[in-house]
Nanobody
Framework: VQLQAFGGGLVQTGGSLRLSCAAS????????MGWFRQAPGKEREFVAA???????TNYGDSVKGRFTISRDNANTVYLQMNSLKPEDTAVYYC?????????????WGQGTQVTVSS
């Protein structure tokens, strides 16, 4: 499966963005999916994950209550980001897998840059 993240951009503190991760190739719905982010000079950080059919979600502590992960019946996973903060600035990546660690994931897509201005 090939993944492509898009929807990033520049937003002010307190604003919102919606990221999308589009999949192609092998049947998308067989995979649980996750979002990670990586800021310059920092390790890749777990953001959110969702199970195969969307019944269970999991979030990193820094985004709980502000971000929402969802998926549709086609080939797309979404990350709704509200109440954005400057510390949310990073490149955001989607991947297949489940868990809080990046090594539990595969098929990393090309990331999308999110910049939150103060």
């Amino acid at each position: 499966v090939q993944l492509q993240a898009f929807g990033g951009g520049l937003v002010q503190t307190g604003g919102s963005l919606r990221l999308s991760c589009a999949a192609s190739g092998r049947t998308f719905s067989i995979y649980p999916m996750g979002w990670f982010r990586q800021a310059p000079g920092k390790e890749r950080e777990f953001v959110a994950a969702i199970t195969r059919y969307g019944g269970t979600t999991n979030y990193g502590d820094s985004v709980k209550g502000r971000f929402t992960i969802s998926r549709d019946n086609a080939n797309t996973v979404y990350l709704q980001m509200n109440s954005l903060k400057p510390e949310d600035t990073a490149v955001y990546y989607c991947a297949t897998g489940w868990g809080n660690s990046f090594y539990e994931y595969d098929n990393w897509g090309q990331g999308t840059q999110v910049t939150v201005s103060s």
